[in-house]
């Protein structure tokens, strides 16, 4: 099951061009995007009303767009507008409209009700596109339901063990307790390790004298949205007071869309505010990330298939676990809210 009623993140925006049909499978539906001849968004439901072929595989007609298997037209509202050999075309022949939005570089969509769609309650990702920021885009498909990923998101205390050439730092970060806050749509996550080794991806990009202050700051709320402000500066320069000096400043992007039940499209970026005329340090941070990301990829993964071989399974909760345990706790809550309004909606 998941959450319908929020916004998820559909594609990067240059995934979509005004010639192609993009076709991507969110929360177990088939979805198609494309642009109008005027740039617009919109996307459909990517399953032909008639005999339910994917309108992905068929054309572009302009703004419409036809099936190729028995060459009905549908309109950018999905209303299907030509049926050929057809005198009359019922009016229930469309298929479903889903609002979207793009902002920041990320196509956003909602996959519940369209009339509760508020544009407002999109997160902010302004650093994606920011000039004072510099990032590059990432993408990797995980085989694996997004509840396992986001626990990993939860718990850092994984960095010095999964990414110690990478993200990881010394094994002082792991035994760090983080500030956990719940918020009404998921939970805070505050991270100070103080006079601790910089990790690797970073040391390949700035010099430090000695040790630094590390913090990771971030939001995770529902669907499964992670925005977080993190960095290191030397220690003893101010940062745990808010002074940033000689920082090396990031401001992670990260969105983890259902594929299905087990599988998880996850869009990324880390933006960095230092030597951002320097397209090498982007590169250097961005392929630091991506090797993370598939560390992570790989550990979640095996996780996920041990798992598979023993239902019954209870796993220990450890006081590490709490962000991880309030952040399932919400998903749960809105999906009971949600299946009570569909029922109480059904029953008037």
Request: glycine share 6%; proline share 7%; aromatic share 10%.
């Amino acid at each position: 099951m998941f959450v319908k009623n929020t916004w998820y993140v559909a594609a990067w925006d240059n995934e979509v061009t005004e010639s192609n049909l993009f076709s991507r499978t969110i929360t177990g539906i088939p979805v198609l995007l494309y642009r109008t001849s005027d740039g617009a968004l919109h996307a459909l439901e990517d399953r032909c009303c008639h005999r339910g072929a994917p309108l992905s595989i068929g054309r572009r007609e302009g703004d419409y767009v036809r099936c190729m298997y028995h060459g009905l037209k549908f309109d950018p509202t999905g209303q299907c507008v030509e049926a050929p050999s057809q005198q009359r075309i019922p009016p229930q022949a469309r298929v479903r409209a889903f609002p979207v939005v793009q902002r920041n570089r990320w196509i956003w969509i909602w996959m519940g009700d369209p009339e509760k769609a508020d544009p407002h309650l999109i997160p902010d990702t302004r650093w994606l596109d920011d000039p004072a920021w510099r990032s590059l885009d990432g993408y990797i498909h995980y085989d694996v339901n997004y509840l396992l990923i986001a626990d990993n998101l939860l718990d850092f205390s994984h960095l010095p063990f999964v990414h110690p050439t990478t993200l990881g730092g010394g094994e002082d970060y792991a035994a760090v307790q983080p500030k956990v806050e719940r918020l009404d749509d998921g939970v805070r996550i505050i991270r100070w390790a103080l006079n601790t080794e910089a990790p690797p991806f970073a040391t390949q990009v700035k010099n430090w004298p000695g040790k630094v202050d590390r913090w990771n700051i971030y939001n995770f709320t529902i669907p499964a949205i992670l925005l977080m402000d993190s960095g290191m500066a030397p220690t003893g320069t101010g940062a745990p007071e808010g002074t940033r000096v000689d920082a090396a400043e990031f401001r992670g992007c990260q969105a983890l869309t259902p594929e299905t039940e087990n599988s998880t499209h996850y869009f990324f970026a880390h933006p960095h505010n230092f030597a951002i005329d320097n397209p090498e340090v982007t590169k250097s941070v961005h392929q630091s990330v991506v090797t993370a990301f598939d560390e992570d990829r790989e550990i979640v993964t095996a996780q996920q298939k041990s798992l598979a071989l023993a239902p019954n399974f209870k796993m220990i909760p450890f006081s590490i676990d709490a962000a991880l345990s309030q952040f399932r706790w919400v998903v749960e809550r809105r999906l009971v809210e949600e299946a009570e309004a569909e029922r109480q909606g059904k029953a008037a």
